[in-house]
Nanobody
């Protein structure tokens, strides 16, 4: 069993910064691609950024140059540094990891953390 726990969301004014964290625990053998997704009210969940186990990153166009994804493999933890936040970044942010345990490889999701950016 694998659990992902997110932290770091909150309320911030436009132009401010937040840092999200997602820590994985459980019977983990290895973690492959990690990613952050977000879902705004009335919209579909969308990919924000992803990072492979060799550190290659990918960003959605709306966040390029403002958000930075990183990972600490020793801690099974992923981060999302969000700078120059805009009201349109308001959403519930979810972390996702593709994890291999001793039994199988599966996608796992965090519980979500609310990010609200006020204008």
């Amino acid at each position: 069993q694998v659990q992902l726990v997110e932290s770091g969301g909150g309320l911030v004014q436009a132009g401010g910064s937040l840092r999200l964290s997602c820590a994985a625990s459980g019977s983990i053998f290895s973690i492959h691609t990690m990613g952050w997704y977000r879902q705004a009210p009335g919209k579909q969940r969308e990919l924000v950024a992803s990072i492979t186990n060799d550190g290659s990153t990918n960003y959605a166009d709306p966040v390029k140059g403002r958000f930075t994804i990183s990972r600490d493999n020793a801690k099974n933890t992923m981060y999302l540094q969000m700078n120059s936040l805009k009201p349109e970044d308001t959403a519930v942010y979810y972390c996702n990891m593709f994890v291999s345990t001793w039994r199988q490889a599966s996608d796992y999701w965090g519980q979500g953390t609310q990010v609200t950016v006020s204008s």
